[in-house]
């Protein structure tokens, strides 16, 4: 059975601060990670990785994949508010896609 | 560009009602899904379909059905509805199994009572 672990489940952190949030995946025929943000409604797409040691980046968040060790970790740097949400990680093999439980990430003022 | 859409955003059923939640995209995605999503759990796939009249159980398919007729419909049955069934449910897309991401509804939260 396809699994996706992420770690930790919760994180309360102030705004500026750096956060890493990890996600280990065992998943047959696995062909790519993906990361996910959600606030109240649905997920909203971050990041898909393919490829071992090769950063993605998109402002503040950047992802990187380790296909060796089956992780990936999501950075967040200068952290904001608006960051608070719950991250999705989910590790996808043909048309299943298996998620971890999710992130939650809080940012205080 | 509406993208996907479910309805209804709200349900309340009691137990032993029978219900269709509606999922319909004007992306032209082959690549259809319905996940669950209950509090702490992440996301559970439900169903999913490759194409019009094509679909397949996913990880937690019990009490539930789906049809898929055309490309753009993908709607969910839930018969004889039981509390283990409430949830939020969310629907969502692909272009391309390999590479590209899910697009999601903004899901239908169920209670059964």
């Known amino acids: 059975e396809d699994k996706v672990v992420q770690s930790p489940l919760s994180l309360v952190v102030h705004e500026g601060d750096t956060v890493t949030l990890n996600c280990s995946y065992e998943?047959?025929?696995?062909?790519?990670l993906l990361w996910y943000k959600q606030e109240k409604k649905a997920p909203t797409f971050l990041f898909m990785l393919?490829?071992?040691?090769i950063e993605k980046k998109s402002g503040r968040l950047s992802s990187i994949l380790d296909k060796k060790e089956l992780f990936s970790i999501l950075n967040i740097t200068a952290t904001q508010t608006g960051d608070s949400a719950v991250y999705l990680c989910?590790?996808?093999?043909?048309?299943?896609?298996?998620f971890g439980k999710g992130t939650l990430l809080t940012v205080n003022p | 560009n509406a993208g996907v859409t479910q309805t209804p955003k709200f349900r309340i059923l009691k137990i032993g009602q029978s219900m269709t939640l509606q999922c319909a995209q004007d992306?032209?995605?082959?690549?259809m899904y319905w996940y669950r999503q209950d509090p702490g759990m992440g996301l559970k796939l439900i169903y999913y379909?490759?194409?019009?009249?094509?679909?397949d159980k996913g990880e937690v398919p019990n009490g539930y059905n789906v049809s898929r007729s055309t490309t753009e419909d993908f709607p969910l049955r839930l018969e004889l509805a039981a509390p283990s069934q409430t949830s939020v449910y969310f629907c969502?897309?692909?272009?391309?199994?390999?590479?590209?991401?899910?697009?999601f509804g903004n899901g239908t939260r169920l209670t059964v009572t």
């Open positions: 989910s590790g996808g093999s043909n048309y299943k896609l298996t």
């Open positions: 998943v047959t025929n696995f062909r790519s």
């Open positions: 393919t490829s071992s040691g």
């Open positions: 992306m032209n995605h082959n690549y």
């Open positions: 379909s490759v194409g019009a009249g094509i679909t």
């Open positions: 969502a897309t692909q272009l391309d199994v390999t590479n590209s991401p899910l697009h």
